[in-house]
């Protein structure tokens, strides 16, 4: 059962006197799509007094300041009375407007004929349905719908699970005979070669062996020593002979 969707704002725009109501009404009777009851019912609620509730609940503010308002206010406290107050009533006066489009919805004989009804005038005057509360009508389910483009919250595109790139294992080839041989010379010489360089090193560290002074070498060098102190000695003696 296709849904009836009954925009508000559309509809308060578009039927706006009993005259333009008649007159765009009357073609879908004919064609079968409204009842006699839903002819007479939307002909007269249409351009009904509802569609002024959130003006004079607006204006009605004006008067019902000067009503509480009493001498020792300011005017800015006055001011501040007057704009929430014509809040207050522009909200109870679009409560109010909701509840008759609400409840006209509801007195709906034949929902679907309605909505083709509906459908078919705003395609003949090239309107568009502007954004606004929508009523609902599902068999004798009904709701309003304050945010009808607001998207469903599981509309939201699932992500496509990314593939992982397998990577590519290479074939790791059985070493042969002559690779081990070639391993063991290559460890083998590897090992030659760092301990003749290490040998190397350590003989070049160690200091070389002092010889060590001989005997005759001793001997010389104690007659020398003799010499020098007769020497020193032989020169003070004819020191003091001059002296004297």
Do not use: C
């Not at 909200?91 to 309605?114: C, K």
């Not at 005038?121 to 719908?145: C, L, M």
């Not at 397998?166 to 590897?190: Q, V, Y």
Request: charged share 25%; no cysteine.
């Amino acid at each position: 059962m296709p849904d009836l969707r009954y925009n508000v704002r559309w509809v308060e725009q578009t039927f706006h006197t009993r005259a333009a109501t008649e007159a765009l009404l009357s073609p879908e009777r004919e064609n079968g799509n409204l009842t006699s009851h839903d002819y007479d019912a939307a002909a007269a609620f249409f351009p009904g007094f509802h569609r002024h509730y959130r003006l004079v609940g607006g204006v009605a503010a004006i008067p019902l300041l000067y009503t509480v308002r009493k001498p020792t206010w300011s005017n800015a406290r006055s001011y501040i009375f007057l704009t929430t107050a014509s809040f207050a009533g522009f909200v109870i006066g679009h409560a109010l407007s909701l509840t008759a489009h609400f409840n006209f919805v509801r007195s709906i004989e034949n929902p679907d004929g309605f909505s083709q009804a509906m459908d078919n005038i705003q395609k003949n005057t090239g309107s568009f349905a502007p954004q606004g509360p929508v009523i609902v009508r599902q068999g004798r389910k009904i709701e309003v719908d304050h945010d009808p483009d607001a998207p469903p919250l599981d509309s939201s595109p699932t992500p496509a699970p990314s593939s992982a790139p397998t990577d590519s294992l290479t074939p790791i080839k059985p070493a042969t005979k002559w690779d081990e041989i070639r391993a063991l010379n290559a460890r083998a010489a590897s090992n030659s070669s760092w301990d003749a360089l290490r040998q190397r090193h350590e003989r070049a560290r160690v200091p070389a062996p002092s010889s060590s002074p001989s005997e005759d070498d001793f001997e010389r060098t104690r007659g020398d020593d003799r010499a020098a102190e007769q020497a020193r000695f032989d020169e003070l003696l004819e020191k003091e002979r001059h002296m004297k």
